[in-house]
């Protein structure tokens, strides 16, 4: 069974850093690339980041770009976020979100749980 | 960026009627097009992608249709478990973007 855990939320200053970090299990991690979306309390989706399985290429929102870094380690099925400069309007639930993985005949991403991130003073 | 619309914000249905969601792109996607289902707690959860493949255990009142600019995510017939908010999302494009999302809520 695909699991994503995210760890690592909880309260944050403005202009501070946080380390998200996502475990994986039950899937082949290296394979499949990988994203950071967030939802600000009572609001809609927003994609924060992206890193390929295995050869790092890496995107990420402009709200969040020179900030954040997002990176995975293949050997221990990790992937992080490492967020730096933090402001208020990152406050917001991070999911952990997989590409399409595909098994018996059928396709899904997987999504983690959330881990709420809270900046504030 | 890509802007994607969705249309209207709250639909007001009945259950057993059909629901028909929309979604508009600022520019083409081709198909590459996902609708999630997020309920009040919860994580989203994927419906459809390519525009109009269901995912994995994803009932068949679900349908999705379209592509270019233009999307429609379809539910046959409403049931309890569908009321939610639903999102698209192009993944076409760099930075993915996310339409603003359809409160289906019951009438």
């Known amino acids: 069974e695909v699991q994503l855990v995210e760890s690592g939320g909880g309260l944050g200053q403005p202009g501070g850093s946080l380390r998200l970090s996502c475990a994986a299990s039950?899937?082949?991690?290296?394979?499949?690339?990988m994203n950071w979306v967030r939802q600000a309390p009572g609001t809609g989706l927003e994609w924060v980041s992206y890193i390929s399985g295995s050869d790092n290429t890496i995107y990420y929102a402009d709200s969040v770009k020179g900030r954040f870094t997002i990176s995975r380690d293949n050997s221990k099925d990790s992937l992080f976020l490492q967020m730096n400069s933090l402001r208020d309007d990152d406050t917001a639930m991070y999911y952990c979100?997989?590409?399409?993985?595909?098994?018996?005949?059928?396709?899904?991403?997987?999504w983690g749980q959330g881990t709420l991130v809270t900046v504030s003073s | 960026e890509i802007v994607m619309t969705q249309s209207p914000a709250t639909l007001s249905v009945s259950p057993g009627e059909r629901a028909t969601l929309s979604c508009r792109a600022s520019q083409s996607v081709t198909s590459s097009l996902a609708w999630y289902q997020q309920k009040p707690g919860q994580a989203p959860r994927l419906l459809i992608y390519?525009?109009?493949t269901r995912a994995t255990g994803i009932p068949g009142r679900f349908s999705g249709s379209g592509s270019g600019t233009e999307f429609t995510l379809t539910i046959s017939s409403l049931q309890s478990e569908d009321f939610a908010v639903y999102y698209c999302q192009q993944y076409n494009h760099w930075p993915r973007t996310f339409g603003q999302g359809t409160k289906v809520e019951i009438k």
């Open positions: 390519g525009a109009s």
């Open positions: 039950g899937f082949t991690f290296s394979d499949y690339n």
């Open positions: 979100v997989s590409s399409l993985i595909c098994s018996g005949g059928g396709c899904r991403t997987h």
